[in-house]
């Protein structure tokens, strides 16, 4: 269980860097508007994206 883990921080790791690494001021301007949004829409993209993740684990679990 724990390899499993450490590999899919491992991979969220390498796909977080693919931006940056090949664009960074397209991943700089980015960041700056994700500062410009409010707490509530934050929170939302959060939410979505964890729920994402929990319906990808349960479709191909």
Excluded: C, H
């Excluded at 883990?5 to 969220?12: E, K, V």
């Amino acid at each position: 269980m724990w390899e499993n883990f450490l590999n899919a921080i491992a991979l969220m790791l390498v796909l977080e860097g693919i931006l940056p690494f090949l664009s960074p001021q397209t991943w700089r301007e980015a960041f700056k508007k994700l500062t410009e949004i409010n707490d509530s829409q934050i929170r939302f993209v959060g939410l979505t994206s964890m729920l994402v993740g929990i319906l990808l684990l349960i479709i191909f679990d």
